[in-house]
């Protein structure tokens, strides 16, 4: 049987569970940098051995929420955004997963949310949905 499973392709891409000692530690500095950090919420990217069941997790894919008083700062988002992306890689170590996937800061303010896409070295801000 286990020759079976070498016939087959015994890797699959899958998601698994962050770290949170890292959304902790990432929520305290961004605390402490005076940020209202409503949640930072991560999540791994990586492989599932099919023959042993095991997960190897390559990337780390965070989501990080901020309360902003005023959804229409747009320019101080692309800021934030570029202050959150440091502290994130600053951050990553603490995770033990080698590699940063893609991130996600979304600015919540009582009228709207604006969101920021870094993924790939490049980043993409909008209007939320």
Known sequence: ??????????????????????????SQSLTDGGM???SVVSS???????????FHAMALDVIVELEVADASHE?????????????VKDALPISGIPNLGRVEVRFIAPEATWRCV????????????
């Open 1 to 26: 049987a286990a020759s079976d499973v070498y016939k087959r392709q015994a890797w699959t891409w899958a998601t698994g569970p962050g770290s949170t000692d890292f959304d902790a530690a990432l």
């Open 118 to 129: 870094t993924a790939s070295g490049s980043t993409e801000c909008s209007a939320a949905p």
């Open 75 to 87: 320019e101080r988002f692309t800021d934030l955004n570029t202050t959150v992306i440091d502290q």
């Open 36 to 38: 209202l950090v409503r």
């Open 44 to 54: 791994a990217f990586g492989e599932n051995n099919q023959c042993n069941g095991s």
